[in-house]
């Protein structure tokens, strides 16, 4: 077996001009591995899966994002969706009512966002591509917290280092479930759904 590459200069990363997530990641309602070894094949670097999940995202009807850095890698958030029981875009897919492009998003505005939103379930996925990923915290989040990173992170992503992608690096799927009803909005601690189920039903053609 030929020996293993050095490990990547995370230094790389850290000095992208990209906003830092937050250290602790909220535990989320679902999570999924995503493999890309199938697809693209073993030879790939950092920067092709960047540019798969981006062509993957707007297939799937995702035009608004955030970019994170990460301290070896970088992140991904979707716009909150509308969607149905089963995990599928809702007809008012983005008709959250929660406008992530207001000049001041502040609690106050999104609390009064939320009496025009419609019930039922949203949706946010965290895309993490990583090669020094560790656990989420026990911490739960909320709608507005989830909103805030759509919020601070950056509307497009930089270059990345050309990084070898294997055997370091790993991608993952945190998604973030919410439940609004006439009383209150809440976060899902756990999706009746697995990760790749929301993924599938999303629109994603991920592996």
């Not at 009512?97 to 949203?122: E, W």
């Not at 709608?143 to 950056?154: C, D």
């Not at 497009?156 to 050309?162: G, I, K, N, R, S």
């Amino acid at each position: 077996m030929p020996p293993l590459p050095p490990r990547p200069n995370c230094e790389q990363f850290q000095a992208l001009r990209l906003p830092s997530f937050p250290d602790k990641i909220p535990s989320p309602s679902a999570i999924a591995s995503i493999h890309w070894d199938a697809e693209l094949g073993r030879k790939i670097t950092v920067e092709t899966v960047s540019d798969h999940l981006h062509t993957d995202l707007v297939a799937a009807g995702y035009f608004s994002r955030s970019f994170f850095r990460l301290d070896c890698g970088f992140a991904i958030v979707t716009q909150m969706e509308h969607i149905n029981d089963d995990g599928s875009p809702a007809t008012d897919r983005w008709n959250t009512a929660v406008d992530i492009r207001l000049d001041s998003f502040s609690l106050i505005a999104y609390l009064r966002a939320l009496i025009t939103m419609p019930q039922g379930r949203f949706r946010v996925i965290v895309f993490f591509v990583t090669a020094d990923f560790w656990p989420p915290s026990e911490s739960t989040t909320n709608m507005y917290t989830t909103q805030a990173w759509i919020r601070q992170g950056a509307t497009q992503m930089v270059d990345l280092p050309e990084i070898p992608y294997f055997p370091y690096f790993s991608t993952f799927a945190y998604i973030y479930e919410f439940q609004k009803t006439p009383e209150t909005t809440a976060f899902v601690a756990s999706s009746r759904m697995l990760g790749v189920e929301h993924l599938a039903r999303a629109g994603f053609r991920l592996q």
